[in-house]
């Protein structure tokens, strides 16, 4: 009997020794690894004021921070969102939502605990199939705020310890006024003024009781009980409530009688209402982009930050410049200039406009024609289209020169790589030009070239180099020929992503990641988010040399030398069209701004291939920019870069051999690093004697008068090409014999 009781004795001690250690290892999970708090300073301060937007002035190119200037007209208020005080919300309101959501809300201290135990166990043991929530007035308001609403133990261990804090830091009638500014109503509409308006064309303060309950009807589903599209299930859930408030003693039998019989007038304008007030395409992204930093940096929810952008009298400090803006603007509305239709339809189009040295965003438009709308598809920022060759200069030249594997001057021969069937790669043009510079392949896009430069350059090399210098969102089935070189992607880019991927060139081999604004500051001027600027060198100084001298080529005499600004000021870029002619790009940059232009279908069809429409809207934004600037400025130059001639067809020094080719245009002048210029002689030209009347090589059987000298290519290619029409056949040597 002793044995059996020592033995109960030790089992005692040893669960309520465990009982202590589990309640530690709790204790100290709770304390470390749950987030009590929630930061609302945010939302409290300024409660009633608009938020604004403020511009600089930009002089030569950089910014003047000393007088900020405030856009009137771009003012935010943003979603049907505006703020009631406590004290101007009627008593049936605040009841009614009471009733509904949380009848225990004046008598709790944040947690309901039984009703929070019940929902626990029925969690575990599914006693009640449809289930019910155990949250309170003041953790739904966290809920709102944080966005955090996955049925989890951590999350909701988190909501109850979030309430309890916030239940000793504000008093019961701030939370409720919080909580009915905050709540979702359908529509768009966030907070009970906004809904007042927009469902009854009326101030909150003047609503009815039944109008209350109509809105407090809304909570438990704001799709299903939208009074506008479903009144028959808004009214079902607004006679509950009554008859909840009238059990509660919240009304009277003679108020709830006359309530239950009230029609309600619903605002058949809501369509109208819900899209007023439009924004700029800047507006939106500067909106999205201090959303997202209000997000990460005070743990809310994108409904939180919305509130507090669009409630907290908040002042945003834009890197917008005015009249970048409206030449964008002006350029899409009237796209239907610079566009042709397919089919009767016309394709879809979008710009960005950066400072190359801060990645400032000066100008955006994410779609053609007047914006109609806000919180629509941005094309600038949203859509992943495959590059085409505005991603060679990021993931073959750029990476190559810079490890030294090419030069301006290495030559490669334009054939295609693989045979069989349909030769791969071709060429837009379908020709092939045989022996060429490695900077005329990138004048004018040969896709052949751009291969067999990615092959000896290294496929994870080109695509880590693209990647992580670059920052294109690469993913690994982008490890091969065709997306590194081709630009032909699983996924793709955003036109902002390789825009200001080519700022690298421009900015001397410095990258920063973009920007819509700098800082902003609350009600009372401090400093809520603080956009720093932060660069980092990506590639050398002389590589973005050479690389804007290479693709200053391609704009003078390559693939977008129809480019009109090219006369009044330098520019540099580089063209692309994706498979099937679906994308039409452009990325282009003077000393003074980087812009870039897509245009395509939304759902991919080609577009129209007679010319690239891109580089007649980069034009018109262009010139338009540049119209007042003082346009001596060249392109980055780092002053160590070296020239040299170099042969055509060898990519070595010229011998007089090179200048009796029948081209007569074998020598050109190349760009350099120090070390890498060409240092041996061409042996690839050969000088003979052709006879004049068949073109074919002399013998002895070839009268003098017709013998003429001329220089050749020593150079032979596979009898499988003979089948294309490759241009410099003709002026191999063994192409010339008899």
């Known amino acids: 009997m002793q044995e059996k009781k020592h033995i109960l004795l030790k089992i005692m001690f040893i669960t309520f020794l465990s009982i202590i250690i589990v309640g530690i290892v709790f204790i100290i999970y709770v304390k470390f690894n749950l987030n009590h708090e929630i930061d609302l300073s945010l939302i409290r301060t300024g409660a009633s004021s608009v938020t604004k937007i403020f511009t600089f002035e930009r002089k030569d190119g950089v910014i003047d921070t000393s007088a900020p200037k405030e856009l009137e007209e771009e003012r935010i208020f943003l979603e049907n969102s505006e703020w009631c005080s406590f004290y101007d919300m009627p008593n049936h309101l605040k009841n009614a939502f009471i009733a509904v959501e ?9 947690v309901d605990w039984p009703r929070t135990i019940k929902a626990t166990l029925n969690y575990i043991f599914k006693f009640e199939k449809s289930g019910f929530g155990g949250s309170t007035i003041t953790q739904q308001l966290i809920k709102n705020l944080t966005g955090d609403d996955m049925v989890t133990p951590k999350r909701k261990l988190e909501e109850i310890l979030r309430a309890l804090n916030l239940e000793k830091k504000l008093g019961k009638n701030e939370i409720l006024e919080l909580y009915l500014n905050v709540v979702y109503l359908s529509q768009n509409a966030y907070g009970i003024q906004s809904a007042s308006h927009l469902y009854f064309n009326k101030d909150a303060s003047e609503l009815s009781l039944a109008e209350c309950a109509c809105l407090a009807s809304i909570v438990k589903s704001p799709t299903k009980y939208d009074p506008y599209k479903y009144p028959e299930n808004n009214k079902n859930r607004r006679e ?28 058949p304008n809501i369509e109208q209402e819900k899209h007023s007030g439009v924004y700029s395409w800047f507006t939106e992204k500067l909106i999205s982009d201090v959303s997202k930093d209000l997000i990460n940096k005070y743990n809310l929810s994108p409904e939180g930050a919305l509130m507090i952008i669009n409630k907290g009298g908040l002042n945003i400090y834009s890197t917008m410049d005015t009249e970048i803006q409206k030449s964008v603007e002006r350029t899409f509305e009237s796209y239907i200039a610079y566009l042709k239709p397919q089919n009767g339809k016309y394709p879809e189009a979008s710009c960005v406009v950066i400072d190359p040295y801060t990645s400032n965003i000066l100008g955006i438009a994410g779609g053609v024609g007047i914006k109609s709308a806000n919180r629509i598809f941005n094309r600038a920022t949203d859509a992943k289209r495959p590059l085409g060759s505005v991603i060679k200069p990021l993931s073959v030249y750029a990476p190559a020169i810079e490890s030294n594997i090419i030069t301006y001057a290495s030559v490669y021969d334009d054939t295609p790589l693989l045979l069989e069937k349909d030769p791969w790669p071709q060429n837009a043009s379908r020709k092939y030009k045989g022996l060429v510079s490695a900077n005329y392949a990138l004048e004018h896009s040969l896709n052949t070239v751009s291969v067999k430069i990615l092959n ?21 089935q982008d490890k091969a020929p065709s997306p590194l ?70 704009v003078q005499r390559g693939t977008a030398k129809a480019l009109k600004l090219k006369d009044i000021v330098q520019v540099a870029g580089k063209t692309g069209t994706s498979g099937n002619n679906e994308d039409k790009w452009f990325v282009g940059y003077t000393p003074y701004y980087l812009c870039g232009v897509w245009v395509g279908y939304d759902m991919p069809s080609s577009v129209s291939s007679n010319s690239n429409s891109a580089i007649s809207i980069f034009d018109s934004i262009m010139l338009d920019a540049h119209s ?19 042969c055509t067809d060898s990519g070595k020094l010229p011998t007089e051999d090179c200048k009796i080719d029948p081209r007569l245009n074998r020598v050109q002048i190349g760009y350099f690093k120090k070390g890498t210029e060409p240092t041996e002689y061409c042996d690839r030209h050969k000088s003979v004697y052709i006879d004049s009347q068949s073109g074919l090589l002399a013998d002895s059987s070839t009268h003098i008068l017709f013998k003429r000298k001329i220089a050749l290519l020593d150079y032979e290619r596979d009898k499988s090409f003979n089948v294309f029409d490759i241009h410099d056949k003709e002026y191999l040597i063994k192409s010339r014999t008899k």
């Open 102 to 110: 949380d009848h225990k809300f004046y008598d709790h201290n944040g």
């Open 240 to 267: 509950l409530i009554l008859n909840m408030m009238l059990s509660y003693g919240m009304i009277t039998e003679n108020e709830h009688s006359i309530a239950i019989n009230e029609e309600l007038s619903i605002n």
């Open 456 to 476: 000896d350059l290294g496929i994870d090399r080109a695509f880590d180099f693209c990647k992580n210098n670059f920052s294109i969102p690469l993913i690994e």
């Open 485 to 554: 070189a081709l630009g032909q992607l699983t996924i793709g880019s955003s036109l902002l992503e390789v825009t200001n991927a080519y700022s690298a060139f421009a900015n001397g081999g410095y990258i920063a990641e973009p920007r819509s604004y700098l800082y902003v500051t609350d009600n009372y001027g401090n400093v809520i988010l603080s956009n720093d600027f932060s660069s980092k060198r990506i590639i050398d100084e002389d590589t973005a040399t050479i690389m804007n001298l290479m693709l200053s080529n391609v």
């Open 628 to 646: 007042a600037l003082n346009k001596d400025e060249r392109l980055f130059d780092s002053g160590n870069i070296v020239s040299a001639e170099f």
